[in-house]
């Protein structure tokens, strides 16, 4: 597996696909640009996901979120096309995205993105709970 970033989202079959379950994931050092600026943009990424075939493979993750490092772009538009990304490679059953952007000009901003599979309706009542990030400065 290469290790320099790439748009590349590897997955794995999922272990347990008649059972819906929650996976929890946070990034806590995502970067981009500012399209504006070109100064770097900090935030802490949150996802959760009910995986239906596919799990994602977090290494792959990881590289790709790399992939953002040099690429200048809006806040909303990185949250929804990460989103867009996952689910055309993982095609869950649902996906949350949460980003907590890092402040800029006095301003933190938060973006909240959703995907729910057509029909998809869980077994069983599934919480998603709002996760707290590791990082005790951010709330």
Request: overall charge negative; hydrophobic content about 35%.
């Amino acid at each position: 597996m290469s290790t320099r970033p790439t748009k590349n989202l590897e997955t794995f079959p999922n272990p347990q696909p008649n059972r819906d379950y929650l996976i929890h994931i946070e990034i806590p050092e995502f970067t981009s640009l500012c399209p504006l600026t070109g100064q770097p943009d900090f935030a802490t990424l949150l996802l959760d996901y009910i995986p239906d075939q596919k799990n994602v493979e977090l290494k792959a993750l990881k590289l790709y979120m790399w992939s953002y490092r040099q690429e200048g772009a809006f806040h909303e538009a990185i949250t929804n096309k990460i989103l867009d990304d996952l689910v055309e490679a993982l095609k869950p059953r649902y996906m949350r995205l949460k980003a907590k952007w890092w402040v800029r000009g006095g301003i933190y901003t938060t973006v909240v993105v959703e995907h729910r599979k057509e029909g998809w309706v869980p077994v069983a009542p599934v919480e998603l709970p709002e996760f707290e990030t590791n990082d005790p400065t951010r709330g």
